[in-house]
Nanobody, 126 residues
Framework: QVQLVQSGGGLVQPGGSLRLSCAVS????????MGWFRQAPGKGREFVSA????????YYADSVKGRFTVSRDSARNTVYLQMNSLKPEDTAVYFC???????????????????WGQGTQVTVSS
């Protein structure tokens, strides 16, 4: 059973940075995608970013491209989302998730992800 445990998040001023972490345990497959999603109050869960294994290809929503970076530390079995130049509209609960055996057309689809982290609040406000 795959388990995802998130850390990071918090309150930051506009223009600031935060890094989210997602520690993964129990996964043995080398073919998967690690995604980041977010959900603002009153809205649905939306795709933010993903990293596909084993290719290493990364994906980003247009709204975060150039500001957010997804990466992986294989030694720590942890995936990160570095968020820079944060804006008030980035305020949301952020979730990491894992999709086994992905194909390109499913990477951005929230409904395809099987395993989920517990979520962490990110608030961007002055």
């Amino acid at each position: 059973q795959v388990q995802l445990v998130q850390s990071g998040g918090g309150l930051v001023q506009p223009g600031g940075s935060l890094r989210l972490s997602c520690a993964v345990s129990g996964g043995t497959s080398n073919s998967y995608a690690m995604g980041w999603f977010r959900q603002a109050p009153g809205k649905g869960r939306e795709f933010v970013s993903a990293l596909r294994r084993p290719t290493g290809q990364t994906y980003y929503a247009d709204s975060v491209k150039g500001r957010f970076t997804v990466s992986r530390d294989s030694a720590r079995n942890t995936v990160y989302l570095q968020m820079n130049s944060l804006k008030p509209e980035d305020t949301a609960v952020y979730f990491c998730a894992r999709l086994p055996n992905p194909i390109a057309s499913t990477i951005r689809n929230v409904d395809r992800y099987v395993y989920w982290g517990q979520g962490t609040q990110v608030t961007v406000s002055s």
